[in-house]
């Protein structure tokens, strides 16, 4: 099928597995005939045979279900590069980013996952970024108002150089002037990058040491005296994209009340459609956990490809991407990275229909979530969805205006 089209965007190949396939054909074979052997002589050994047949015939199943999830491993190739002379117009992408508590998930943590989205290699005014804070926290709204001054410089400096790793506490981990011998503007500039970055964290550090992190007025005025567990809605808007190369930056807390459930993640994921849908209403959107990074500035794109390179959009709803955790343990003894799951399973799936999502790093189409673009909503069976809702244009616009 994309081998029809002028421009392929991705291709799946299959890989070569016959050695894999022989030895879980024996393995099959080895586990029928435990599992003959079992029945046959079951009268002589009695119960505790019967219970051994139960145990490994429910092995077997399980076994025969991962062999078969494994059976079609592919290999996706995508080419980015042909994504502009196919698709000059580039559709837009709303990224979302959920943060829940200031003290567990300290804020500069969330900056620098916020910063990586922002840096990524796709045109600035194609994206936003939303960032939904259940914390409510004006620590959090600081950090990201503060980091948002440091886009500017930190998303310039990225694409000039290419940097590949975009969350600067991963980049500035390697001190590159040393290990090679870089030119001395790319030297100067990245020092002085360093040095904004180690102001902007000992700002963050040094507000979270204090009571509040600035004066609560003007735009910081919402939090004085806010309860984080009962407050009405929050929206900012920290970064408009008018003539600088960085992507919007959105603030939001959703509203909590006592008596009702919030529903964690769940609910913040459903304010950050909503909202977005009304602010920027993307076609496709990210969804990013604090605590993870993109590790890759092709993502926007290599996801792109496989999302509008479809004969029909109702092919493919979303593109789920493998985590991989860092500080992990000399050849992951423990099993933390998740190789099997990440690897050999979603390499097999993906030769299916597809792994599951799983919670972050996945594209989604936005229709996929609620079924229908705002333009069609009077159409979902009668029912009014939530984007016709006046009380919420409202409050919207309102918001809108006053930020
Ligand atoms: O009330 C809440 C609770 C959590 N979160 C956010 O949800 C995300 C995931 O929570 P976390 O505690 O980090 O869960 P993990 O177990 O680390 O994450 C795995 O499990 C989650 C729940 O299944 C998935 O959402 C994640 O994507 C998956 O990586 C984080 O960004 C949180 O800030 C909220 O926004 N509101
Ligand atoms: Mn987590």
Redesign the pocket.
């Known amino acids: 099928m994309a081998n029809e089209i002028p421009f392929p965007l991705y291709h799946k190949n299959a890989r070569k597995n016959t050695i894999q396939r022989a030895l879980d054909t024996t393995l099959l074979f080895l586990l029928i005939s435990l599992l003959f052997y079992r029945l046959l002589s079951l009268k002589t050994h009695g119960f505790v045979w019967l219970l051994a047949l139960l145990c490994e015939s429910w092995f077997t199943f399980f076994w025969f279900l991962i062999v078969n999830a494994k059976w079609n491993p592919v290999d996706i190739k995508t080419y980015p590069q042909s994504l502009e002379p196919r698709f000059p117009e580039l559709p837009a992408v709303d990224m979302f980013?959920?943060?829940?508590?200031p003290v567990?998930?300290p804020p500069i943590m969330t900056v620098n996952t916020v910063l990586s989205l922002l840096a990524v290699d796709y045109p600035a005014d194609k994206l936003a970024c939303y960032v939904?804070d259940?914390g409510c926290s004006a620590l959090t709204f600081y950090s990201l108002v503060e980091s948002s001054k440091f886009a500017k410089l930190w998303v310039r400096f990225c694409k000039k150089y290419k940097v590949q790793v975009r969350a600067p506490f991963r980049y500035f981990l390697e001190d590159p002037i040393s290990t090679s011998a870089p030119n001395l503007e790319f030297k100067e500039e990245w020092e002085k990058i360093k040095a904004e970055y180690e102001h902007l964290c000992l700002k963050i550090k040094e507000a979270s040491r204090k009571s509040a992190p600035c004066n609560l007025t003007h735009d910081f005025a919402v939090f004085a005296n806010i309860e984080t567990s009962n407050h009405p809605t929050i929206i900012k808007i920290i970064g408009e994209n008018c003539e600088e190369d960085v992507p919007h930056l959105v603030y939001i807390s959703r509203e909590k009340r006592p008596k009702y459930p919030?529903?964690?993640?769940a609910?913040?994921?459903n304010v950050l459609s909503r909202v977005s849908g009304l602010m920027t209403n993307a076609p496709f959107t990210l969804?990013?956990?604090?605590?993870?990074f993109v590790n890759n500035p092709q993502v926007v794109r290599q996801a792109l490809c496989q999302l509008v390179g479809r004969e029909s959009e109702r092919d493919m709803g979303f593109i789920q991407y493998p985590?991989c955790f860092y500080n992990a343990t000399k050849d992951d003894p423990y099993g933390n990275q998740m190789v099997v799951l990440m690897e050999y399973m979603g390499r097999g799936l993906a030769g299916l229909q597809g792994p599951p999502y799983?919670?972050?790093?996945c594209f989604h189409r936005r229709k996929v979530i609620y079924g229908a673009w705002p333009g069609n909503a009077a159409s979902i069976n009668g029912n009014i969805p939530f984007f016709n809702s006046i009380l919420f244009y409202s409050y919207y616009a309102h918001i809108h205006y006053t930020c």
């Open positions: 980013v959920t943060t829940a508590d567990r998930e939904s259940d919030h529903h964690f993640k609910g913040a994921m969804n990013v956990d604090c605590d993870m985590q799983s919670g972050t790093g």
